[in-house]
């Protein structure tokens, strides 16, 4: 009789490991993308810079409709009225212009007209099918499925405090104002990641489900890769 090992059976991860697997996919982050090393060194022009604001603008205007297409998918009501913080966070509510009208600031303090970024003129082509790539899978798959592809935020905290750390030094003509949204993101990201791997790991119990949640997190992570990839093709900051 064959062995569990030879007919593929892998034992499940308990939780630590689990949390760990995800965890080692900080390599695949945007962070390490050389236009956003480069970003973060200083060594960008005031148009890359822009050109990045406005295509991520892109991003920050879909997640809400992503997340709504996960609480469409979700039928159970305590997840929605956490879920719904999120749509909240971005979209804005009674005391809180929210996170797109930060961004809006944002684009101002390095010189693109509010009407100019909500145009969305500057959009790139492979900015757009990333984008809709990551709204399309939240409104097909299992709300669960789309909860764990939030997961990229596990690593964002980093990306928003090393920006205000370096920024202000080496970019000094954007007003400090505008980097109010990068401040506001680290504690709705940390409570943000909080639910989201609760839900994770209550839902993605075998070592395949497990195996599963690694490549939905591997396929967000893809889609941020080539939002940078497509910015940095058409911006050039890898042909200086
Ligand atoms: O600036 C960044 O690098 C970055 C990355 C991510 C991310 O990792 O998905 C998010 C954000 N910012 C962000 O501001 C944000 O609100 C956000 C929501 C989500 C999500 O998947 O629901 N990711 C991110």
């Known amino acids: 009789m064959m062995s569990r090992q030879e007919v593929g059976f892998q034992p499940r991860w308990d939780k630590a490991t689990f949390v760990d697997q995800l965890m080692a996919n900080e390599k695949y982050y945007h ?13 960008l022009t005031p148009d890359q810079i822009r050109g990045w604001v406005a295509n991520r603008f892109y991003y920050q205007i879909s997640i809400p409709q992503k997340d709504a297409a996960i609480l469409a998918n979700c039928p159970d009501r305590e997840t929605r009225r956490r879920w719904l913080l999120r749509i909240q966070d971005h979209d804005g509510c009674d005391g809180n212009a929210g996170g797109i009208e930060a961004w809006t600031r944002l684009g101002e303090a390095v010189g693109i007209p509010r009407s100019e970024l909500w145009s969305l003129k500057h959009v790139l082509p492979g900015v757009r099918f990333a984008v809709d790539a990551y709204v399309n899978f939240a409104r097909q798959a299992p709300w ?11 690593f964002a905290p980093k990306i928003h405090k090393d920006r205000l750390a370096s920024w202000p030094k080496n970019y000094p003509w954007i007003e400090a104002e505008g980097l109010h949204y990068f401040r ?4 709705l990201a940390q ?15 075998g070592r395949e489900q497990q195996e599963r949640a690694l490549e939905i997190l591997r396929f967000k992570l893809n889609v941020l890769w080539s939002m940078m990839d497509a910015i940095d093709l058409a911006y ?5």
């Open 236 to 240: 050039g900051g890898g042909n200086e």
């Open 184 to 187: 506001s993101r680290i504690p």
């Open 144 to 154: 669960q499925e789309g909860v764990c592809s939030s997961l990229t935020e596990l």
């Open 31 to 43: 962070i390490h993308h050389p236009f956003n090393v480069r970003m973060q060194d200083g060594s």
């Open 191 to 205: 409570r943000d990641v909080e639910h989201g791997l609760q839900v994770t790991l209550a839902y993605f119990q």
